[in-house]
């Protein structure tokens, strides 16, 4: 089961249900394969909300790896899923949501909001 106060998600890849996390280490993972100075940067590139195929199989990997998974990005790359392409979306925007509090449609939410208007 996995802890959403910890940040983890369940995802079904491969018709197995599996929890996936990003860690500190699974997000310098990140950091590296995107040539990211640091974590904001990191959140500024996924909020933007436009991310390729590679991309979202890059962050769904490290996903794997933070929750302790040993698979490779090839064999991510193979994976299935319900739904297809809108399925991996669907997973990757609950992780990201999960790690950064990315809202919607890639929106990375202000903290702390900004104040009401009348």
């Known amino acids: 089961m996995p802890n959403a106060r910890r ?19 699974a997000l310098a993972e ?7 100075d640091d974590l904001m940067a990191l959140a500024e ?19 794997l790896h933070g929750a302790g998974e040993e698979v490779t990005l090839d064999e991510v790359e ?8 809108a399925g991996f979306a669907r997973i990757v925007a ?3 949501a999960a790690t950064f509090g990315l809202e919607g449609e890639g929106a990375v939410s202000p903290s702390p909001p900004p104040p009401q208007q009348a």
Request: hydrophobic share 50%.
């Open 7 to 25: 940040g983890e998600i369940e995802a079904v890849l491969d018709g197995r249900p599996r929890v996936l996390v990003l860690t500190l280490g």
């Open 30 to 36: 990140l950091e590296a394969a995107f040539g990211a």
């Open 45 to 63: 590139r996924f909020g933007r909300g436009r991310l390729s195929a590679r991309d979202a199989a890059r962050i769904i990997a490290a996903g």
């Open 78 to 85: 193979r994976m299935r899923t319900e739904g297809g392409a």
């Open 94 to 96: 609950q992780l990201l």
